[in-house]
C-alpha cells in the first residue's frame, strides 16, 4: 500500500504502452506496404498520429514517473518519519492522474506540430531537465548513504533495516534509470541532430 508501488506500476503501465503502440504501429506500415490492407491517405495519416501520441504520451509518462520515483524515494530517505504524512495515497492519486493529463494533453500538440523545431527543443528540455533532477537527488541520496556508511564504521554499528531498504531501492531504481537513458538514447540523439543541423547530410535520419 505504499505510494511508491502506484509509481512504479504506472512506470510499467507507460513502459507496455510504448511498446504496443511500437508494435502496433509496425503491423499497420508492414500491412499498408505489402497490400494486405488499403487505406485512403487521410485514414493512414490519422492513423499514424494517434500511434505517435500514445507512444510520446507513454513516453513522457514513463519519464515523469520516474523522477516521481526519485522524489519519492529521496523523501523516504531525508523524511523518513514525516514520509506518510508528506506522500499520502490521495496525493499519490492526484499526481498519478496529473501525470498522465499533462503527458496526453503535451504529446499531443508535439505530434500536431512535429515539424516544428520549437517543439522537438521543447521535448529535449524536457528530458534534461528531468535527467538532472533524477541525477541529482541520486546523487545527494548516496552522498548521504556514504556519509551515514563511514559514521555507522566509526561506531561498529550496523544499518537499520527501514533505511537498507530504501537504499536498496534507491539503487534498483538507479539501475532502471540507466537502462532507460540507453534505450532511449538513440531517439534522442536524432533529436538533438534535427535540432542542431537540420540541414547538414551528416544529421539526415
Not at 495519416?45 to 529521496?74: E, Q, T, W
Not at 532507460?180 to 535520419?205: A, K, Q, R, Y
Request: proline share 2%; with cysteine; hydrophobic share 55%.
Amino acid at each position: 500500500h505504499s505510494p511508491m508501488y502506484y509509481f512504479i506500476c504506472c512506470l510499467a503501465v507507460s513502459d507496455i504502452l510504448v511498446s504496443i503502440s511500437n508494435c502496433v504501429e509496425t503491423l499497420f506500415i508492414l500491412l499498408i506496404e505489402n497490400r494486405v490492407m488499403v487505406l485512403q491517405d487521410e485514414t493512414a495519416r490519422h492513423m499514424d498520429n494517434v500511434m505517435d501520441v500514445l507512444i510520446c504520451c507513454s513516453f513522457m509518462a514513463s519519464l515523469s514517473f520516474l523522477g516521481v520515483i526519485a522524489i519519492d524515494r529521496y523523501i523516504t530517505i531525508f523524511y523518513a518519519l514525516r514520509y506518510h504524512s508528506i506522500m499520502t495515497i490521495q496525493r499519490a492519486v492526484i499526481i498519478i492522474v496529473a501525470i498522465w493529463g499533462v503527458s496526453t494533453g503535451a504529446s499531443t500538440i508535439f505530434i500536431a506540430f512535429d515539424d516544428n523545431q520549437t517543439v522537438v527543443l521543447c521535448l529535449l528540455t524536457y528530458l534534461l531537465f528531468m535527467l538532472i533532477l533524477i541525477m541529482g537527488l541520486y546523487i545527494h541520496m548516496f552522498m548521504l548513504a556514504r556519509q551515514h556508511a563511514r559514521a555507522i564504521s566509526r561506531m561498529h554499528r550496523k544499518h537499520t533495516a527501514p533505511q537498507a531498504t530504501s537504499m536498496k531501492g534507491a539503487i534498483t531504481l538507479t539501475i532502471l534509470l540507466g537502462v532507460f537513458f540507453v534505450c532511449w538514447g538513440p531517439f534522442f540523439l536524432h533529436l538533438i541532430l534535427f535540432v542542431t543541423c537540420p540541414s547538414h547530410p551528416f544529421c539526415n535520419c
